[in-house]
């Protein structure tokens, strides 16, 4: 009887391994060439991490980002230093997980997820994916609360509201990392993220000093992948900050997702692209680049529990905004606002392009009185910005076209309202008051 047991339990085990896929979870280092890693094993897919310990007892971090004649291609997320044919490499497939909980608040962490501040350690509560797919159009309720950012020429004239994406389009030096700071210290947003991808280190500290500050930093979480670090891991550490986002949205609570700068984000992709053979397409960006950006943007939204609502910064390379990632980040958010290096330079800050700018939500999201007085302002600056020339040399007359003469009165009170200083802010209601008054003698 026991030996009929026991050829029962043989034939019971023996149906189970015949339904067990067997998964190569190591491999070892074949080559490497520059920034790829070729390996033979271990079982991983595209976006998977691995590990590999080198034999000098070092482990270097890698992702998958590509196949070649049955072997694996990876790219590193840290130093090189040590490897060597034959080291092991190990899939990690938990590795795309953050763990995430209400301490990170006033954190700054790595492409990791890890507090880089020199601060205690996080105690997770929850582990989320860093390549959620976005959630789905049924899923999303309509955007139909204003979200105050405390800028008046935003609030205003470009309004946006709770669960909207919109992009900040500007060249260098125009002043994208004073506006965001002002947007993180005045917007009524419960909870800030922020992803700083491919800054140099040192404007990485002025921003959390000068831009931010302890009121900023105290509901804030920054994640940072400076521009020396990996391609991999600055792309990563964007999804790092989505899901961390995405947690404080799961809370109920409304997130402002700031990303700094989707064009160093889409360099870095790049990167990883033509390193896996893909072939360059627009000004040499390949087609995962933009594949990739509407899963990013797509991820934000306002939903049942809660919303996320990003600001995209984008470089303007020469400020030309018809370049490709221009181009294809404009035609996906649902707003943009444009800064002009005329401004910039005469120092009008904000330096918002207001003529160039739009929020698509804005007609539904502003109250009558303030879309009046909107539609009234920006008539006169059109009026003032055509005949600028006219006026300058001193040709125009005054009295030959009534409706420039009344933006000529109007113009300097115009100029001093759409001019806020970085620490300034203003509740709505005063917004709106101050353009019904100016909009009364446009």
């Known amino acids: 009887m026991n030996g009929l047991s026991g050829w029962f339990d043989a034939q019971r085990l023996v149906r189970v391994l015949d339904r067990t896929d067997t998964v190569r979870l190591s491999g070892s280092v074949v080559r490497t060439a520059g920034l790829l890693i070729e390996s033979e094993g271990p079982a991983a897919a595209v976006g998977d991490f691995c ?63 890890q507090p880089m501040d020199g601060g205690p350690a996080v105690e997770a509560s929850a ?65 800030c993220v922020l992803a700083l991808v491919g800054e140099r280190n040192r404007e990485v500290r002025d921003f959390i000093e000068h831009e931010l500050g302890p ?46 700068s989707v064009t160093r984000l889409a360099m870095a992709q790049r990167e990883i692209g033509l390193a896996a053979g893909e072939p360059p397409s627009q000004k040499g960006y390949t087609p995962s680049v933009f594949q990739m950006l509407p899963r990013i943007f797509e991820r934000a939204g306002n939903f049942r529990r809660g919303s996320i609502t990003g600001f995209f910064t984008v470089l303007v390379e020469g400020d030309d905004l018809n370049e490709p990632v221009t181009d294809a980040v404009r035609g996906i958010l649902d707003g943009h606002i444009v800064l002009s290096r005329a401004l910039a330079n005469a120092g009008h800050y904000p330096a918002i392009d207001l003529l160039h700018s739009v929020s698509r939500l804005a007609p539904r999201l502003a109250t009558p009185r303030q879309r009046e007085a909107a539609n009234r302002l920006r008539e006169a600056l059109a009026v003032l910005h055509a005949s600028e020339d006219l006026v300058r040399i001193g040709a ?39 353009m019904a008054a100016l909009a009364g003698g446009a």
């Open 51 to 113: 590990e590999i310990l080198t034999r000098a007892g070092t482990v270097i971090r890698t992702q998958v980002i590509g196949f070649r004649d049955g072997r694996i291609l990876s790219m590193p997320l840290e130093e090189t230093t040590g490897l060597q044919p034959g080291d092991v490499i190990t899939a990690r497939p938990e590795a795309a997980r953050v763990r995430v909980s209400d301490q990170l608040l006033g954190r700054v962490l790595d492409g990791f997820g």
């Open 215 to 260: 009121e900023g930093m105290r509901r804030s979480v920054l994640v940072v992948a400076t521009s020396d670090r990996p391609s991999p891991l600055r792309v990563r550490a964007c999804f790092v900050a989505l899901a961390v986002a995405e947690y404080f949205r799961d809370q109920g609570r409304d997130v402002l997702l700031v990303a700094d």
């Open 396 to 434: 125009y007359a005054a009295g030959a076209n009534p409706q420039l003469d009344a933006a000529l009165r109007l113009e300097n009170d115009l100029k001093q309202f759409l001019r806020q200083r970085p620490d300034e802010r203003d509740p709505f209601e005063m917004v709106e008051a101050r």
């Open 127 to 191: 582990l989320y994916d860093l390549y959620a797919p976005p959630p789905g159009p049924l899923e999303r309720e309509p955007i139909s609360e204003r979200l105050e950012t405390g800028i008046r020429v935003i609030d205003g004239f470009l309004t946006a509201g709770r669960g909207q994406r919109v992009g900040i389009f500007g060249g260098s030096g125009v002043g994208k990392s004073t506006l965001l700071g002002s947007l993180v210290k005045n917007s009524d947003a419960e909870v």
